[in-house]
């Protein structure tokens, strides 16, 4: 597993997707159930609001009727009597006290041209004025005066500023038939209007649509006709007796409206209500339904969150092992905790780690002879016979005066001063991405760019640079160890070329090893030789300057006569990489790493006569 792939993120954990599908079959099933539900029950309900709203109206409609029809009966029989006795009828008389005593909401009784009688107590106790009374009958006298063929009432409350109410209803006297007007306190009908009035608002209008009595008191005051409510207006135009409509009000809510006539007293009870108030049992329904939603949500959440576990928890614990293993642990120390399908994956797992343990097992060792890279490809057979045509940097290092400090050494410390020497160069050499060929005594050959490139020749080449000034600081630090150590210096000599090569396997069928030949090889290595006479420590040829000029600050040396080409061999000191800290020319470099300036010969003969100077 990559690096990437073991800090990945999980986004949608498997206990969340099985809570998410459950939770939304279970909503989903709910929400159909509901909805079809509560659209039964809510035409169900519509149907019965329309019935009870008109029957309210009616009932109540006929209630008040009685009412009406008691006082104006009870007030002809009042008036019929006292004629029939021969008596002057005014309203001190003991027949008048005797009836509004028992008739104590009756205020006033006239009959026109007959009698007019007053129920003082009324007034008082209601803290009305007999002015206002008659005021009243004074701006109505048209409509008292008019012969009624049937009862009409009408709404004094503006003239008394209370809830008055006056009847006109014809009345034969003597042979004659006139109107009796009765003016009484309208407490009953706003009883019975209140009362009914639980789930809506009920009031009483005249058939024009004037108010008789509405729960808005300034309404009644004002006697404003209430023709801009639908209902109202319907029953202005109508000529049914009872009617239901539905409608949207002033406040854009939806109402349930229903009137009820009555031709006696020609007024009509109005009853609105609000679909709110009846489809409240089907709120209150969806909500019921939806506790108990949550409820088998919660539920079903739980139960799926412990089935989910059971099955997470070892997935988790395999994720901690592929993390493990891609860290190097390949024994895991896990054990199945089911029968199922987890549980045979985890001893597979299991397993898998101890066959991957073993195979790294013979990865280091075989690492430790050749290079990782190429015991990588080797172990996964991707290292073809033959060879293969490659470009590549070679490197080559020597350690100046390496025999003589052998002979002065025992062989264990020579052992033990070229490991540490070479595990310094070698982890320069890993580190830029370079391959150790080969050891040869205290010399050591890289590659960059086989078996694998790091991208093109160029940058195989800069890595190749960064690598031997990494061995530089490294190899002072080193000689700084030693020489505090008592311990003598140690000094090297690299060389670098890059060119075509062959690299491939090559050996015997008994023994082989993975390498790079050819005279791109040949050329590195007469390179690093150069490094003693010309006083360097690390030699570049023309090939590799080209690819990385714009990057180092090198000297060019004196051009290189090498047996064996018809051609100069030009090189170049490698002194530091542009922009760094450290020596910026040769002296600096020499003083640096105390290396004396040579004197060069042009002896054809000298160093074992592989080059002279020119």
């Known amino acids: 597993?990559?690096?990437?792939?073991?800090?990945?993120?999980?986004?949608?954990?498997?206990?969340?997707?099985?809570?998410?599908?459950?939770?939304?079959?279970?909503?989903?099933?709910?929400?159909?159930?509901?909805?079809?539900?509560?659209?039964?029950?809510?035409?169900?309900?519509?149907?019965?609001?329309?019935?009870?709203?008109?029957?309210?109206?009616?009932?109540?409609?006929?209630?008040?009727?009685?009412?009406?029809?008691?006082?104006?009966?009870?007030?002809?029989?009042?008036?019929?009597?006292?004629?029939?006795?021969?008596?002057?009828?005014?309203?001190?008389?003991?027949?008048?006290?005797?009836?509004?005593?028992?008739?104590?909401?009756?205020?006033?009784?006239?009959?026109?041209?007959?009698?007019?009688?007053?129920?003082?107590?009324?007034?008082?106790?209601?803290?009305?004025?007999?002015?206002?009374?008659?005021?009243?009958?004074?701006?109505?006298a048209q409509v008292i005066s008019t012969l009624q063929t049937a009862p009409a009432t009408l709404n004094a409350a503006p003239w008394f500023k209370a809830q008055i109410i006056a009847i006109v209803a014809p009345f034969e006297v003597d042979g004659a038939t006139r109107n009796v007007v009765v003016i009484f306190?309208?407490?009953?009908?706003?009883?019975?209007?209140?009362?009914?009035?639980?789930?809506?608002?009920?009031?009483?209008?005249?058939?024009?649509?004037?108010s008789l009595y509405h729960p808005e008191y300034s309404l009644n005051y004002s006697n404003v006709n209430l023709q801009d409510s639908p209902v109202v207006r319907d029953l202005r135009e109508s000529t049914q007796l009872t009617k239901q409509i539905s409608f949207i009000g002033t406040d854009n809510k939806r109402y349930f409206g229903a009137?009820?006539?009555?031709?006696?007293?020609?007024?009509?009870?109005?009853?609105?209500?609000?679909?709110?108030?009846?489809?409240?049992?089907?709120?209150?329904?969806?909500?019921?339904?939806?506790?108990?939603?949550?409820?088998?949500?919660?539920?079903?959440?739980?139960?799926?969150?412990?089935?989910?576990?059971?099955?997470t928890r070892p997935i988790l614990t395999l994720v901690g092992a592929t993390h493990a293993i891609s860290s190097g642990q390949f024994l895991l120390d896990i054990k199945p905790s089911s029968k199922d399908e987890i549980g045979l994956l985890t001893e597979t797992f299991v397993s898998m780690g101890r066959g991957l343990a073993e195979r790294e097992r013979m990865k280091e060792a075989f690492g430790k002879f050749v290079n990782r890279d190429i015991a990588e490809k080797a172990m996964k057979g991707e290292l073809a016979l033959g060879g293969e045509r490659k470009t590549a940097t070679i490197f080559f290092s020597d350690v100046r005066s390496f025999t003589e400090m052998s002979e002065k050494l025992p062989p264990e410390d020579v052992v033990e001063f070229l490991n540490e020497y070479m595990s310094c160069m070698v982890d320069c050499i890993e580190q830029t991405g370079g391959v150790v060929d080969k050891f040869i005594g205290d010399a050591i050959m890289a590659i960059w760019g086989a078996p694998v490139s790091l991208g093109s020749a160029r940058l195989d080449a800069l890595q190749s640079m960064k690598a031997v000034f990494?061995?530089?600081?490294?190899?002072?630090?080193?000689?700084?160890?030693?020489?505090?150590?008592?311990?003598?210096?140690?000094?090297?000599?690299?060389?670098?070329?890059?060119?075509?090569c062959v690299a491939g396997q090559i050996g015997s069928s008994k023994r082989m090893e993975y390498t790079v030949i050819g005279d791109a090889v040949n050329t590195a290595s007469r390179i690093?030789?150069?490094?003693?006479?010309?006083?360097?420590?690390?030699?570049?040829?023309?090939?590799?300057?080209?690819?990385?000029?714009?990057?180092?600050?090198?000297?060019?040396?004196?051009?290189?006569?090498?047996?064996?080409?018809?051609?100069?061999?030009?090189?170049?000191?490698?002194?530091?990489?542009?922009?760094?800290?450290?020596?910026?020319?040769?002296?600096?470099?020499?003083?640096?790493?105390?290396?004396?300036?040579?004197?060069?010969?042009?002896?054809?003969?000298?160093?074992?006569?592989?080059?002279?100077?020119?």
């Open 470 to 500: 990494l061995m530089r600081e490294s190899l002072i630090q080193l000689n700084e160890k030693r020489v505090a150590c008592s311990k003598p210096r140690i000094g090297i000599g690299c060389g670098v070329n890059t060119g075509s």
């Open 185 to 210: 306190s309208a407490d009953v009908i706003q009883h019975l209007l209140e009362s009914g009035a639980s789930s809506g608002t009920m009031y009483a209008v005249t058939w024009a649509g004037n």
């Open 1 to 140: 597993m990559s690096r990437k792939n073991a800090n990945q993120k999980i986004v949608w954990p498997l206990t969340t997707k099985l809570i998410g599908i459950i939770s939304t079959v279970v909503v989903l099933a709910t929400i159909a159930v509901t909805a079809m539900a509560s659209w039964f029950f809510a035409s169900s309900l519509h149907s019965n609001a329309e019935l009870n709203n008109l029957a309210a109206a009616e009932n109540f409609a006929a209630q008040i009727k009685g009412e009406f029809e008691a006082i104006a009966t009870s007030a002809k029989s009042f008036v019929s009597l006292g004629l029939r006795s021969g008596t002057r009828m005014h309203s001190r008389s003991a027949l008048s006290k005797d009836f509004f005593s028992f008739y104590p909401r009756i205020g006033y009784i006239g009959v026109g041209g007959v009698a007019e009688l007053w129920n003082g107590d009324f007034f008082k106790q209601n803290q009305l004025r007999v002015a206002d009374a008659r005021r009243f009958l004074a701006d109505n």
């Open 259 to 311: 009137f009820a006539k009555q031709t006696f007293g020609k007024f009509a009870i109005v009853l609105e209500t609000p679909m709110s108030v009846v489809y409240q049992a089907v709120y209150y329904a969806i909500i019921l339904d939806g506790i108990l939603t949550g409820m088998v949500l919660l539920a079903s959440i739980l139960l799926v969150w412990f089935i989910a576990q059971s099955i």
């Open 528 to 614: 690093e030789a150069l490094n003693k006479p010309f006083g360097t420590d690390f030699l570049i040829s023309e090939n590799t300057y080209e690819l990385v000029k714009d990057m180092l600050i090198v000297e060019k040396m004196p051009p290189i006569k090498v047996k064996g080409k018809r051609e100069p061999l030009n090189v170049y000191a490698a002194i530091n990489l542009k922009g760094h800290d450290g020596p910026q020319t040769l002296d600096e470099l020499r003083a640096l790493l105390s290396i004396e300036k040579p004197g060069l010969s042009a002896d054809p003969d000298f160093e074992e006569k592989k080059y002279e100077v020119i």
